[in-house]
């Protein structure tokens, strides 16, 4: 016998390909464009266009691409996002946006990651054990509206347009779905134009 939660959960499982998953919408994020298509195939630029809240499990054809960084940026390329680097400083406090048209409970963090190694500089700048919890009536105020605190970074590093990338990152558990979106930003100097030296 089907209980009433029975059939919305089916009802969730069948709209979850059609309707929006998540993503981050202020401070712009990176944008699908001819550089992904080069990389990914046109199929997941499509893919992304169709549902800029998907995850990158359903970026179509991605899957295996050599050359296709799915698992940075849900394979989004800072090649065409050059018109919409933040610049920042140590301590700026950058509030966040995002929209979770269908939550998935889990993890979700938002990391500075150094794009030439896919890994992530220090520590997260925020984190949450769990996120997005379907199973909550309402989700709390800061699933959607979140702030960071930018940190000292090493003098010169980030400095660079496209040297790194904030990327919030967000895996619904039982759902088994993987979620990036990336703000690209440059640390610009602080104070008189000569960075501190953070301790290595
Ligand atoms: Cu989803």
Known sequence: MYTTSTLLALGALLLRTVFAHGNITSPPARQPGPAMAAACGKPAVAAVMADPTTPLEDVTGAAGVPQCKLDLCRGAMFEDNTAQVQMYSAGDVVNMQAILPIPHEGPMNVSIIDTATNKAIGEPLISFETYADESLDVLPANNTDFSVTMPQLKAGQCTQAGE???????????AQQTYESCVDFVMM???????PVAPA
Request: aromatic share 22%; charged share 5%.
């Open 164 to 174: 790194c990338t904030m990327q919030w990152f967000w895996f619904g558990t039982s």
């Open 189 to 195: 100097p602080s104070g008189d134009g000569a960075a």
